[in-house]
């Protein structure tokens, strides 16, 4: 029998990593593209990662990745980046493009479809199995997006794992059993901490390690953020001597020389921010750039206040399950941003330097998703806060009541919630399970709505976007366009206790429901999945 292909998918806002588990030597191995990827520098082993770029030429031409540097397409109006992040954070922005306007989730779509697409016609016969990393406070909608796309790829099976969980396992397996440890992942689009142990699996005849998250916390702030920082800085620059009237010919080239800055301050003291206007006839522009400038940024924008915060909210879910910081070995970095020294410093000072590692920040993320694929296990818990909605005949309004809580582990061993539905009126034939997410107030502290979108003439502005509301409680309907009903034979007749149910959690983190008649005594679905949950 034919095993199936198991690949791992970390989907970045700056870079993609693609690897699959060797059955052979029990290890990860990172796959690469001749065309689209691009090599690590100053890692071992050949490593390579795929930019998040996808560009669209004349008719149905279509760059990806690395092709768009090659090519020069960089700073074309053509040329679609950050893609995740904007995905993320449900952007209304639509990409002005030669075949017509896009959103950011389509374009998202198109550019992972053709690496699955590829991966698939390379594996010719056989079952191809992905798993997919998803950002620690990542909601329902992205979730959505990533099986959506995926089931028109030919991929047979698809399980997500959060980034953080990622790193840890692959982190995690070259330290001793029983350590704790944080995992620090700041990428192109958010920040991901976590808390992790490692022990022992218990059951019998069970043999191996896991990796047991503690605590963890995300924020919206990464390199794309950075990016948009140093934008800001160097356009007051460009603006004092050359006015708004050659604004719009520098915006994009002047984007790239911002992010090539960042990325050289992390090697050199000091670097140029130059470019050439994309306006024939204007001369070109500089500034010279330093860590110091750089570190002025960062603190003006509160990185290191929000970095800290994040720190502290993953150490505190730790503390609650019986954590000390004593007993943190170690702090592993991860991620692009892992290598800014302002960054690695601050996270220096805070735990001690001998405590604090950063070798291989781009790839950690997928050697990890892959060993979850292969079938290392990891006890995790969950993101955010479910309930049930009911009609309460007696007040006349619909109640909520808590099934999930921020913190439950899963899968889970025993149900998370049990108790009775009654049906609404005589002659009820379907009694109906809505969840709903809810998301209180602060949990998503720290967003910004602030983008860089690009406009029909070429350039790039920055624009305020309406954000969310995040000091009141709000409910999301996570499973509107899929509802599920609990079917009552015979009818049931108003204000009548019809079903007993329980709800548990999966490893995949899908919320189960067994319902039971209590008319009848008969079970009438066991562990039938409602609603995927974060």
């Known amino acids: 029998m034919l095993m199936p292909f198991r690949i791992a998918v970390d989907f970045g806002t700056s870079n993609t990593v693609l690897s699959c588990w060797d059955e052979e030597t029990e290890k990860a191995r990172i796959l690469a593209f001749p065309e689209w990827s691009r090599p690590c520098t100053g890692q071992e082993g050949g490593t390579s990662y795929i930019p998040s770029l996808i560009h669209y030429g004349e008719g149905n031409a279509t760059w990806i990745g690395n092709q768009v540097c090659e090519k ?8 679609v980046r950050w893609m995740k992040h904007y995905i993320l954070t449900r952007s209304p922005v639509r990409i ?42 990542a909601f329902e909608h992205y979730q959505d997006w990533i099986f959506d796309l995926s089931g028109t790829t030919g991929i047979s099976s698809v399980r997500v794992v959060d980034e953080a969980s990622a790193a840890a396992l692959a982190s995690g397996i070259s330290l001793r059993t029983g350590e704790s440890f944080m995992l620090f ?12 142990q490692l022990e022992d699996r218990e059951q019998e005849h069970d043999t191996g390690r ?66 050439t206007p994309a306006i024939p006839g204007e001369s070109g522009f500089s500034i ?97 806060e479910y309930a049930l909605r009911f009609w309460n005949s007696r007040s006349g309004i619909h109640e909520y009541r808590t099934l999930v809580r921020k913190g439950d ?47 029909p003439g070429g350039g790039m502005r920055l624009l305020d976007l309406p954000g969310e509301c995040s000091d009141r409680t709000t409910l999301s309907w996570i499973n509107e366009n899929a509802p599920f009903f609990i079917p009552a034979n015979p009818p049931a007749l108003r204000d009548e206790s019809r079903f007993e149910i329980s709800f548990s959690l999966d490893g995949n983190k899908r919320l189960l429901i067994t319902a039971s008649d209590t008319r009848t005594g008969q079970i009438v679905m066991k562990d039938q999945p409602v609603a995927r949950l974060v």
Request: charged share 25%; glycine share 10%.
């Open 288 to 384: 010279p750039f330093t860590r110091g400038d750089l570190e002025r940024i960062l603190e003006e924008n509160e990185m290191f206040s929000r970095l800290n915060a994040t720190l502290q909210r993953a150490l505190q879910g730790a503390y609650s399950r019986g954590f000390e910081e004593d007993d943190l070995s170690g702090v592993v970095m991860v991620g692009g941003c892992s290598q800014i020294p302002s960054i690695r410093r601050a996270l220096e000072y805070r735990f001690g330097r001998n405590r604090v590692w950063h070798d291989h920040p781009l790839d950690t993320v997928a050697r990890g998703a892959a060993a979850f694929s292969s079938g290392i296990d990891l006890d995790d818990h969950v993101q955010h």
């Open 72 to 79: 020069g397409l960089l700073d074309s109006p053509s040329t």
């Open 185 to 196: 992942d700041m990428g192109g689009g958010t920040l991901d901490v976590s808390v992790v």
């Open 409 to 455: 582990p899963y899968p889970s061993r025993q149900p998370v919630a049990r108790f009775l539905i009654r049906a609404t009126y005589d002659g009820q034939v379907q009694l109906g399970v809505p969840i709903y997410e809810i998301v209180r107030p602060g949990s998503r502290r720290g967003q910004s709505f602030r983008e860089l979108v690009s406009e």
């Open 96 to 137: 002005p493009l030669p075949g017509g306007n896009k959103s950011y989730r389509e374009a998202g779509t198109d550019f992972l479809r053709a690496l699955l697409s590829s991966l698939t016609q390379m594996r010719g016969t056989g079952d191809t199995e992905a798993v997919f990393t998803i950002p620690v406070e």
């Open 210 to 275: 896991r990796c047991r998250i503690l605590g963890k916390a995300g924020e919206d702030i990464g390199g794309m953020r950075i990016d948009q920082w140093i934008f800001e800085y160097v356009q007051e620059q460009c603006l004092a001597v050359r006015g708004h009237g050659a604004l719009k010919g520098f915006s994009r080239p002047l984007l790239t020389a911002c992010e090539r800055a960042k990325e050289d301050l992390s090697r050199v003291d000091a670097t140029e921010i130059a470019f």
